[in-house]
């Protein structure tokens, strides 16, 4: 197994590690809507789902499961 003959500085290991930081995301604005928006997602504008600048679904609702503050409510 090879083993390095020396031992690698700090400042050589974080020279080499200088290219490794966040990009920033593809944000767009949509020409229908004038909304900002992540590039290939949904998003939802005045309670109406838009996809690719066009009506999805309208009226959108999240679907998502009820909150565990409300669950609790009730069994007291």
Known sequence: ???????????VRD?????YKLTPKAVTLCPNT??????HKAYVVDGD????????????TKTSAAPAADV???DE
């Open 1 to 11: 197994m090879a083993h390095p003959k020396r031992r690698t500085s700090t400042a």
């Open 15 to 19: 020279k080499r590690r200088t290219h």
């Open 34 to 39: 004038g909304e900002l928006h992540l590039r």
């Open 49 to 60: 789902l838009y996809h690719n600048g066009q009506l999805a679904i309208k009226n959108y």
């Open 72 to 74: 609790a409510e009730d």
